[in-house]
């Protein structure tokens, strides 16, 4: 049974940082590109940050400079380090596992952690 477990939301004040972390389960994690997607109320579900199993990155441009994607393998484990967060940083907060093999790829999907910056 595949398993994305998000933690670390909660709710901060502007300039400040969050990390967010997302343990897998039932997947063989190092072989799957990894990412952040956020979904603000009212909006649709935009890419934040991903990772690929080779340790490439790519990051939306609101949050160039001020968010970090990493990824430990050992640990089957994502992160997403946040700092000077800004009030339009708050939405739910997704992990994404994306795995690809010859012309099939999958998708999963945790259930999402709250992230609220307060002005």
């Known amino acids: 049974q595949v398993q994305l477990l998000e933690s670390g939301g909660g709710l901060v004040q502007a300039g400040g940082s969050l990390r967010l972390s997302c343990a897998a389960s039932g997947i063989i994690f190092s072989i799957h590109t990894m990412g952040w997607y956020r979904q603000a109320p009212g909006k649709q579900r935009e890419l934040v940050a991903t990772?690929?199993?080779?340790?490439?990155?790519n990051y939306a441009d609101s949050v160039k400079g001020r968010f970090t994607i990493s990824r430990d393998n050992l640990k089957n484990t994502v992160y997403l380090q946040m700092i000077s967060l800004k009030p339009e940083d708050t939405a739910d907060y997704y992990c994404?596992?994306?795995?690809?093999?010859?012309?099939?790829?999958?998708?999963?999907w945790g259930q999402g952690t709250q992230v609220t910056v307060s002005s």
């Open positions: 994404n596992a994306h795995g690809e093999v010859g012309l099939g790829q999958w998708d999963y």
């Open positions: 990772i690929t199993s080779g340790g490439s990155t």
